[in-house]
């Protein structure tokens, strides 16, 4: 059987971690249920074209609208704009959505065990890759990792906070560091959410992260440059 390639959004993250280092996923989220207004008055394609400088290998789009206000606009305009592979996040449950994703340029598709049954899980993970995408596969539990497993993931992202009550909780990456052994063999492992200090990129990249997900943390960061380059440390 032949080995798939990996896609544009997976090798960004490959070419980081052969630098050394655990990748940085900026998270382009215009409000946080938690924290409320993150842009404060920012332009959010313009901040993202700043963080590609700052050395963003890939990005990250919110893209769901009434409790976190992105938009497939907004993921439109950074994919043109960036320049980099970008991630789509939202609750995605349909072959539409993916259409839609696919129409709008993103390299990758966020899929979440938590908010669809298994075989519509293994069905939008298939039709990811027909269309070109590679499947994010968002996990929270050890169960749920199992599934992540049966798919034979491979960009697995572990979200420290729970998505289904809208990362409402203060979960962090010790998550991270107690579902890491159960990742698929060879696959990319991404902590998400709950990062918010070097402390917490360190303890993801010890636990296995090859990457580390980070949204409120940059937005909230008097210096956004100084923090994105903080939380950049030595992979492992």
């Known amino acids: 059987m032949s080995v798939k390639l990996p896609g544009r959004f997976s090798s960004a993250l490959i070419a980081e971690n052969a630098r050394g280092l655990v990748a940085v996923i900026p998270d382009i989220k215009c409000v ?22 700052y050395g963003a290998p890939v990005l990250s789009v919110v893209t ?21 592979p970008v991630l789509r996040k939202d609750f995605i449950t349909s072959e539409d959505q993916l259409l839609e994703t696919a129409e709008l340029g993103a390299a990758a598709v966020l899929l979440i065990c938590a908010i669809t049954d298994e075989k519509n899980l293994a069905r939008l993970y298939e039709k990811t890759l027909m269309l070109g995408m590679e499947p994010f596969v968002e996990v929270h539990t050890a169960q749920e990792m199992e599934l992540a497993n049966t798919l034979g993931a491979r960009l697995v992202g572990i979200n420290n906070r729970n998505i289904v009550t809208l990362e409402k909780d203060d979960g962090g990456p010790g998550r991270t560091a107690a579902l890491a052994s159960g990742a698929p063999a060879g696959a990319l492992l991404i902590s ?21 997900l980070v949204g409120t943390a940059l937005w909230q960061a008097g210096d956004m440059g100084a923090m994105y380059q903080s939380l950049r440390v030595k992979l492992g």
């Open 32 to 53: 946080s249920p938690k924290e409320g207004d993150l842009l404060r008055g920012r332009d959010p394609v313009e901040t993202a074209k700043v963080l590609v400088c």
């Open 64 to 84: 769901e609208q009434e409790r976190f206000g992105g938009s497939a606009e907004l993921l439109s305009a950074i994919v043109q704009a960036a320049e980099v």
């Open 192 to 212: 998400e959410s709950g990062i918010l200090s070097t402390a917490d990129a360190k303890l993801a990249a010890s636990s296995g992260a090859n990457a580390v």
